[in-house]
């Protein structure tokens, strides 16, 4: 842990997108599924990104969207986060037999389901949101979409 608060870790990567600590060490998988009701009405930016289908995002994903919009913008926007990845996925090592327990945490993930908004950005047009969106979609495991506030 640095003093700013970010988790670094074995391989001296500094992650920001994982929680400090948690309740409990590992987690059941849990199932994805079903429309989000309620976050889907925008409450910091004029422009958000939502997804059109349920499923589970890793901190790899949301960070790759985060850069390639930055890109996008040429860092003139402003940029919120609505997701965050609390949730632990363990695996255990390849060619390692059966049984002995769960394996070690390996990377963090989020359940999302659909309309749930993930990014509100403002400061920017509205095509400059558009051509964001059409990249981000290519880094996103489901489809995305573009919504504004009029």
């Not at 255990?92 to 327990?101: A, D, L, N, T």
Request: glycine share 8%; hydrophobic share 35%; charged share 30%.
């Amino acid at each position: 842990m640095s003093k700013f608060g970010y988790v670094i870790d074995k391989k001296k990567r500094i992650t920001m997108l994982q929680p400090k600590r948690t309740r409990f060490r590992k987690f059941q998988k849990g199932r994805c599924g079903g429309i989000r009701k309620n976050l889907q009405e925008l409450h910091f930016g004029c422009y958000g990104i939502k997804t059109l289908k349920a499923g589970k995002l890793s901190a790899k994903v949301i960070e790759a969207l985060r850069r390639t919009l930055t890109k996008a913008f040429k860092r003139k926007a402003r940029i919120w986060i609505r997701v965050f990845p609390d949730i632990a996925v363990s695996r255990k090592p390849s060619e390692v037999r059966m049984g002995k327990g769960k394996g070690a945490n390996d990377h963090w993930i989020c359940r999302v389901q659909a309309g749930h908004i993930l990014f509100e950005m403002d400061g920017i047009p509205y095509a400059i949101a558009k051509y964001a969106t059409t990249l981000a979609n290519t880094k996103s495991p489901f489809p995305l979409q573009l919504i504004s506030k009029e």
